[in-house]
């Protein structure tokens, strides 16, 4: 006989909606902050904060370096997947570290290629501007699509048609964007090149670039204005990677394991906590007010909740272990304000896993959780690290599980204790750039927000009231009973008009 079988059944997040609550002019869209902590720190608690309630997952058809920098501009952040070797996803790190917004690393060309070459260097980079070095990268000049005719200029070669350094307007050791906008500004150029004291090229800083980077205010950043980055780490070889991507200089490092209520993970965190105490550790993900006792214990600095409600994820099919991501977070939130009741320290808490929309995000934050993850959500974007397939006439992205055997390739030849998968792979419609997808998403959870009566997160955790409703009602809050013009089927309107990935589940 099992010690305890429940005959409630678990609840996920599309059981619930939530009831509206009093509108004042404190509460409108224009007034609410979607702040949230990102891990709770004993020394800094300024540092840790994400501007917006949303994370992408540590996946390899997710979680890239350009995910990396958009999301962290965009006021949340990316969990870097460790599913690859340390030193590419240090150097992942590192590139997230090292940007500077508006600095471009441009591809460079020599002065003696053809302009044919040159010609097919910018159709299979789709660049149209590169700046001419030498082979000790000394910045000798110019040449954008306007400086040639491939068809009358194409034997002749690029030091013929570029424009010279000494005509070019150039921004010496500029670590600013603000100083490279001024001169810009004052030049006919729409490109300034920055070198540094012996004329080696550093950056190109576009001109149509800055205004765009001057409006990121949400931008995370750490103490000397460089992205936030997060990487995820597994419970094997953290001994060598977490050097590495400390080394790297990353922010944060999260577990990565489907079941964090176990003994790897308590080793892991405390080996972080004792060789690198400035490093906050995220765990999880665990289901249980018991699993996030032991991780909180153990010294983790945030929690990640949900087991099998990935939309690629097999676990429950597999191995019959799960709960419906609802439930995991309320179970999980009373023993975090528990923890907090009783020692003042604020654990954040991350719902992971079959969170496809602004609904799903604001019902999950109302129920107590403090941001989410999204993984489905984030490899439909333009910045996921995928390429584009065309797919029955539709542009498509893969995306697969960490658990799938794609995403275990990498490492079969050194971890060989997988026996079964845990995931699939598939792919996902290609829903273009991540800053216009995220602009809506997150229009629509202050939109709910203010019918809630409520001008952040902490005060929808306390003052959100929500409703268990019925399978009727569910059926009924979707277009019913009409013919649509030129549509086949209710579930195909609702693709339409719920562009941030409503799936009609
Ligand atoms: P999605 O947002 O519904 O696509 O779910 C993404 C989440 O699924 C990730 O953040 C992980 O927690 C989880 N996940 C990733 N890969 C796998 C897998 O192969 N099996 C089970 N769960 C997975």
């Known amino acids: 006989?099992?010690?305890?079988?429940?005959?409630?059944?678990?609840?996920?997040?599309?059981?619930?909606?939530?009831?509206?609550?009093?509108?004042?002019?404190?509460?409108?869209?224009?007034?609410?902050?979607?702040?949230?902590?990102?891990?709770?720190?004993?020394?800094?608690?300024?540092?840790?904060?994400?501007?917006?309630?949303?994370?992408?997952?540590?996946?390899q058809s997710?979680?890239?370096?350009?995910?990396?920098?958009?999301?962290?501009?965009?006021?949340?952040?990316?969990?870097?997947?460790?599913?690859?070797?340390?030193?590419?996803?240090?150097?992942?790190?590192?590139?997230?570290?090292?940007?500077?917004?508006?600095?471009?690393?441009?591809?460079?060309?020599?002065?003696?290629?053809s302009i044919k070459k040159l010609y097919e260097i910018r159709q299979h980079t789709g660049y149209?501007?590169?700046?001419?070095?030498?082979?000790?990268?000394?910045?000798?000049?110019?040449?954008?699509?306007?400086?040639?005719?491939?068809?009358?200029?194409?034997?002749?070669?690029?030091?013929?048609?570029?424009?010279?350094?000494?005509?070019?307007?150039?921004?010496?050791?500029?670590?600013?964007?603000?100083?490279?906008?001024?001169?810009?500004?004052?030049?006919?150029?729409?490109?300034?090149?920055?070198?540094?004291?012996?004329?080696?090229?550093?950056?190109?800083?576009?001109?149509?670039?800055?205004?765009?980077?001057?409006?990121?205010p949400l931008e995370v950043v750490d103490e000397k204005k460089r992205l936030l980055a997060v990487a995820a780490i597994n419970t094997h070889d953290y001994k060598e990677r977490i050097p590495a991507l400390s080394e790297a200089e990353v922010d944060v490092v999260s577990i990565d394991s489907s079941d964090g209520f176990s003994f790897y993970q308590k080793e892991t965190i405390e080996w972080i906590n004792r060789?690198?105490?400035?490093?906050?550790?995220?765990?999880?993900?665990?289901?249980?007010?018991?699993?996030?006792?032991?991780l909180?214990?153990?010294?983790?600095?945030?929690?990640?909740?949900?087991?099998?409600?990935?939309?690629?994820?097999?676990?429950?099919?597999?191995?019959?272990?799960?709960?419906?991501?609802?439930?995991?977070?309320?179970?999980?939130?009373?023993?975090?304000?528990?923890?907090?009741?009783?020692?003042?320290?604020?654990?954040?808490i991350i719902a992971d896993g079959g969170i496809s929309n602004a609904k799903d995000i604001v019902i999950a934050l109302a129920l107590g959780a403090d941001y989410v993850m999204m993984g489905r959500y984030f490899a439909r974007m333009e910045e996921s690290p995928t390429e584009k397939v065309i797919i029955n006439n539709r542009v498509m992205k893969p995306y697969w599980g960490e658990g799938s055997s794609r995403a275990r390739e990498w490492k079969s030849f050194r971890y060989n204790q997988v026996k079964f998968v845990e995931g699939v792979e598939g792919f996902v419609e290609y829903a273009g750039p991540l800053r216009d997808n995220l602009e809506e998403t997150l229009t629509k959870i202050k939109s709910t927000m203010a019918t809630c009566g409520v001008s952040n997160i902490q005060e929808l955790h306390k003052n959100a009231e929500l409703e268990l409703v019925s399978a009727l009602s569910i059926r009924e809050g979707k277009v019913h009973d009409i013919h649509l013009p030129g549509e086949g089927t209710e579930g195909q309107y609702h693709s339409r008009i719920w562009g941030d990935g409503f799936s009609n589940r």
């Open 296 to 348: 909180i214990k153990a010294g983790a600095c945030a929690v990640k909740v949900g087991m099998g409600g990935g939309s690629i994820c097999i676990t429950q099919e597999q191995k019959g272990t799960g709960r419906g991501l609802a439930t995991a977070i309320i179970k999980v939130c009373e023993a975090r304000d528990r923890y907090y009741t009783s020692t003042g320290k604020y654990i954040p």
């Open 1 to 59: 006989m099992a010690k305890n079988i429940r005959y409630e059944p678990s609840r996920t997040l599309n059981e619930f909606r939530l009831l509206p609550g009093h509108t004042t002019i404190s509460t409108t869209i224009d007034k609410i902050s979607i702040k949230t902590p990102l891990v709770y720190s004993e020394t800094d608690n300024k540092k840790y904060f994400l501007n917006i309630p949303i994370v992408s997952s540590a996946m």
């Open 62 to 113: 997710v979680s890239g370096e350009k995910i990396g920098i958009e999301l962290a501009k965009l006021g949340g952040a990316a969990f870097i997947f460790c599913s690859q070797t340390i030193k590419s996803q240090a150097e992942m790190i590192t590139k997230i570290k090292n940007y500077k917004a508006g600095f471009v690393v441009p591809k460079t060309v020599s002065p003696y290629i």
């Open 275 to 294: 060789h690198y105490p400035e490093l906050p550790v995220i765990g999880g993900n665990i289901i249980t007010s018991e699993g996030f006792d032991f």
């Open 128 to 216: 149209s501007t590169f700046p001419v070095v030498d082979d000790n990268n000394v910045f000798l000049g110019l040449i954008t699509k306007y400086d040639y005719d491939v068809l009358v200029h194409g034997p002749q070669k690029v030091i013929d048609r570029m424009i010279p350094a000494d005509k070019i307007e150039i921004g010496m050791e500029i670590t600013e964007l603000k100083q490279a906008n001024s001169l810009l500004i004052e030049t006919h150029q729409s490109v300034l090149p920055i070198v540094d004291k012996e004329y080696r090229l550093l950056y190109l800083v576009f001109r149509k670039d800055i205004r765009d980077h001057l409006n990121n």
